[in-house]
């Protein structure tokens, strides 16, 4: 490795952070997750996508106002530390590498689950094994490689839900599939009405609702490495989120259109048996194959993430120095390896918990990304405040200031609904004492203090 040079390569072209960030957030969120959440929401569900999706649309404008002025590693880490402080900076940094961390840990284990389709018999651990060195092995290549094969892996979902809501369409309008009687979508409501389960059914649902969102905030990591920024990231971001609105939004209309609510996981994936309606025998494996590059593109995004975070972290000495070398490629590799090692942990953990931590891991990732789409709005808010009167922002975030304090408000709210649900009750725990964790070993170790001169050693 070269530790001279502490440059990360701009490779990356709109087009594939446009689909890294769809990648990141099309995964189990949407294949897994969505059937837990129907069950609780009934169709009322499409309102929780769509109104979370427009927080969420809120901020990552917020995001993409400092980004576009500030493309920077780091990204939302970097304004933290920029406009909230230095400890805000090293909370945020650390916490989205822990989010990702427990992430990956639920996606490589998937792996394994997903290979004992095609080859039963071997261990899951070998599978997730497998996964995890070749995913840590792809985020070696120069940036430019690793976006092309993340922009083919989220290709393959895309087409899978773009043609499964062809297919739904086309069931619900002429009855394809199913001999030529319209379905119609009277399911919506034929079954208990529109909210079966009450407005509280919708809230107790935006725990999943919100972690199906985990991951377009990504677009902001990539900040560093991306080819024209001011056009590349105004663009992506607009266009990502639309698109992972239709996409959620759109399939899971078409799904509930088709079937009852009710019946929604209860006979396998919604997908599968939607292409096994108009006839398709192979629609199991070609679903298990999608979900399968689902999970390993989480996977191949979540270290790419911790990667750049422990990078940047590095070079405000908040991580081991070794963390802020880079390849001839322009990879932080010694990061690539420590987020891969934290991650073979997790491999055994996983190897050993029982099924329901699952649901503990997916609430404690959405408690870190809560906390990280939270720091996004104060930063930006503190970034307005910084700005002199008359200053034109490249990108600016509509209906200032209004929109982030509701966006933050709606934040806390799910985070109270967290706390309130007995199966998410403990990632308010663990989340709180993970913060508490990194504040007291910020202090206990001087950060505070040697910060200023290690950057200038550093520099």
């Given at each position: 490795m070269n530790s001279q040079k502490r440059e990360l390569h701009r490779g990356l072209e709109e087009r594939h952070i446009t689909l890294m960030s769809l990648g990141a957030a099309i995964g189990v969120g949407l294949f897994l997750g969505s059937a837990s959440a129907i069950k609780l929401a009934g169709p009322g569900i499409l309102l929780g996508y769509g109104f979370a999706g427009i927080i969420m649309f809120f901020i990552m404008r917020a995001l993409g106002e400092m980004a576009v002025q500030k493309p920077v590693a780091g990204s939302f880490s970097k304004y933290a530390r920029d406009y909230l402080g230095p400890l805000a900076g090293y909370i945020t940094g650390w916490n989205y590498w822990f989010l990702w961390v427990v992430t990956c840990m639920a996606e490589i284990t998937a792996v394994g689950i997903y290979m004992e389709y095609w080859i039963p018999g071997v261990p899951r651990w070998v599978w997730a094994l497998t996964a995890l060195v070749a995913m840590a092995t792809v985020n070696f290549l120069a940036v430019k490689a690793y976006g092309e094969l993340e922009f083919w892996f989220a290709l393959i979902k895309i087409v899978t839900i773009v043609a499964m809501i062809i297919v739904g369409i086309g069931m619900i309008a002429f009855g394809i599939g199913n001999g030529g009687i319209a379905t119609g979508i009277k399911n919506l409501w034929a079954h208990g009405g529109f909210f079966p389960n009450g407005i509280k059914g919708v809230l107790m649902s935006l725990q999943m609702v919100m972690f199906a969102y985990l991951g377009i905030e990504m677009i902001g990591v990539t900040a560093g490495e991306v080819k024209n920024p001011e056009k590349t990231l105004s663009k992506a971001i607009d266009s990502v989120f639309w698109r992972i609105l239709i996409f959620y939004v759109g399939a899971l209309f078409v799904i509930m259109s088709v079937y009852p609510w009710q019946e929604i996981g209860t006979h396998g994936s919604p997908f599968v048996m939607t292409f096994k309606q108009i006839g398709i025998p192979a629609a199991a494996g070609i679903i298990n194959f999608v979900v399968l590059t689902a999970?390993?593109?989480?996977?191949?995004?979540?270290?790419?993430?911790?990667?750049?975070?422990?990078?940047?972290?590095?070079?405000?000495?908040?991580?081991?120095?070794?963390?802020?070398?880079?390849?001839?490629?322009?990879?932080?590799?010694?990061?690539?390896?420590?987020?891969?090692?934290?991650?073979?942990?997790?491999?055994?953990?996983?190897?050993?918990?029982?099924?329901?931590?699952?649901?503990?891991?997916?609430?404690?990732?959405?408690?870190?990304?809560?906390?990280?789409?939270?720091?996004?709005?104060?930063?930006?808010?503190?970034?307005?405040?910084?700005?002199?009167?008359?200053?034109?922002?490249?990108?600016?975030?509509?209906?200032?200031?209004?929109?982030?304090?509701?966006?933050?408000?709606?934040l806390v709210f799910v985070v109270a609904l967290m706390a309130y649900g007995e199966d998410t009750r403990i990632a308010v725990v663990i989340g709180p004492l993970w913060i508490i964790f990194l504040v007291v070993f910020y202090y206990a170790k001087g950060l505070h203090k040697t910060k200023r001169d290690i950057i200038n050693k550093a520099s």
């Open positions: 999970a390993l593109s989480s996977c191949n995004s979540g270290i790419f993430s911790t990667a750049r975070m422990l990078f940047d972290l590095a070079g405000h000495g908040e991580a081991p120095q070794s963390f802020s070398k880079v390849t001839k490629s322009g990879v932080p590799g010694m990061a690539v390896i420590a987020s891969a090692a934290v991650l073979l942990v997790g491999v055994l953990l996983n190897y050993v918990v029982p099924a329901k931590v699952f649901t503990w891991v997916t609430s404690i990732a959405t408690f870190g990304a809560i906390w990280t789409w939270g720091i996004i709005l104060l930063s930006q808010i503190r970034y307005r405040r910084s700005l002199n009167p008359g200053t034109k922002l490249k990108y600016k975030m509509p209906l200032f200031p209004a929109a982030s304090y509701i966006s933050l408000a709606f």
